[in-house]
Each structure stands twice: as C-alpha cells, then as structure tokens.
Nanobody, 115 residues
Framework: QVQLVESGGGLVQPGGSLRLSCTAD????????MSWYRQAPEPRNLVAIL??????NYAASVRGRFTISRDDAKNTVYLQMDSLRPEDSSTYYC??????????WGQGTQVTVSS
C-alpha cells in the first residue's frame, strides 16, 4: 500500500516562502495526477494539480504565487509557495489519483502565515 507523506510546513511571515514536499513510498508514476489541497476549516479546496502529462492548474487565489512540480527520481511532488499571505494559512494535504481512480491522501502539514 503506497503512502504519501507531506513535509515542509511551518510558520512564515507574510511575503515569505515555503516549499512543501509530498513523498510517496512507491513510484509516483503510478498516479495519473497529484494535487495539493488545503483545508481551513472546511471543505478541502484544490490548490494545485499536476497531471502525468505535465498539465498544471491552480486555484485563482494562488495562481502566480504557487508552483507545483515533481521529481520522479525522488518520488516527490512539491508545492513552492511564494508571496505568502495570512489567508494561505491552512493544513495542506497531498492527494494522488491512481490510474484506476483510487484516491490517496497524505496526513497533512500545517502552514501558518503570520507576523
């Protein structure tokens, strides 16, 4: 059973940057897409998605500030977050959709943007 583990969250000042990582204990090539969601407080909202074909899409609120990318050699998907705002504070979750449609979630990592 593949698991996804997020890391990289923390406390950052407004205008700062963080890079979140989502590492799979198996090949991320098994996924047709990988995404980042955030939850503050309900529901989980899509932040960014990266398909296996390299297509990306972003929520309007983060477009131009966040970048999703992958490193297949490290089985890791990243979310680079720049120009962070207090409203970006949330728990961020990694999600992978297998080619058979099965959805897998990580445990989440907390991001707090505050001075």
């Amino acid at each position: 059973q593949v698991q996804l583990v997020e890391s990289g969250g923390g406390l950052v000042q407004p205008g700062g940057s963080l890079r979140l990582s989502c590492t799979a204990d198996g090949s991320i090539a098994s996924f047709s897409s990988m995404s980042w969601y955030r939850q503050a407080p309900e529901p989980r909202n899509l932040v960014a998605i990266l398909t296996d074909g390299g297509i990306t899409n972003y929520a309007a609120s983060v477009r131009g500030r966040f970048t999703i990318s992958r490193d297949d050699a490290k089985n890791t998907v990243y979310l680079q977050m720049d120009s962070l705002r207090p409203e970006d504070s949330s728990t961020y979750y990694c999600n992978g959709i297998f080619r058979n449609g099965y959805s897998l979630w990580g445990q989440g990592t907390q991001v707090t943007v505050s001075s």
